[in-house]
Structures are given as C-alpha cells and as structure tokens.
C-alpha cells in the first residue's frame, strides 16, 4: 500500500473533455455515432461559431473526426469520436461516476 494520499476524483477530470460544451458534443456524437454539424448546433443550442471552436479543439486533441462533403448540393459537415474520443468520453465519465460516489457516501451528519 502506497503511503501517498488518494487523489480526488475531481484531479482525474480532463479539462479538455469537462468543459460542457465539449462534454455535450462528445456525449452526443457517442450517442448518434454519426452526427451533422446542424443538428449537433441546434441540439446544444450554440452558434455555429462556437460550435466550430469546439469542434477545432476537439480535433486537435484527437477526439473527433470531421468530414465534410455533400448532401445533394448542400455542403455539410459531419463528426463522429475517433478511439481516443471514445476511451476519453469514457475514462471522464468513469471520474465523474467516483466524483458522485464519494460525494453520496459523505455523511454530513458524522461530521457535526
């Protein structure tokens, strides 16, 4: 047994993935699989400007993949997790999972 202190569930959270925007889109894409940068805004209920932000950060971190092309002549734009957008979805919630278990097994009362 290791004498250094347990972290707390809340130093395992990813900055990159907790922000709730970026939650919400990795949550979503997770959910469709496939999802149309549209349908993606509407959802969330962000301007395509901020959506687009989240999106560059996202895919700079390796969590998305965006794929643009057309359906029928309109131009459209798709995402959809890469492994590692998966594996980070899941690890995030994971810690938000022991976050939420450390908090309900608090006794406020055995503290008074």
Do not use: C
Not at 24 to 30: K, Q, Y
Not at 38 to 48: D, H, I, N
Not at 54 to 69: I, M, Q, R, T
């Amino acid at each position: 047994m290791s004498d250094e202190p347990e972290q707390h569930p809340v130093n395992g959270l990813d900055d990159v993935v907790h922000q709730r925007v970026r939650l919400g889109i990795l949550t979503v894409a997770h959910q469709a699989r496939r999802v149309e940068f549209g349908f993606l805004r509407t959802t969330l209920g962000l301007t395509a400007g901020n959506l687009s932000q989240h999106l560059a950060v996202l895919e700079k971190a390796g969590l998305v993949a965006v794929e643009k092309g057309y359906e029928g002549r309109r131009a459209r734009t798709w995402l959809s997790l890469t492994p590692a957008g998966d594996r980070a979805l899941r690890e995030e919630v994971a810690q938000l999972k022991r976050l939420i278990q450390q908090i309900e097994q608090t006794d406020p009362a055995a503290e008074s």
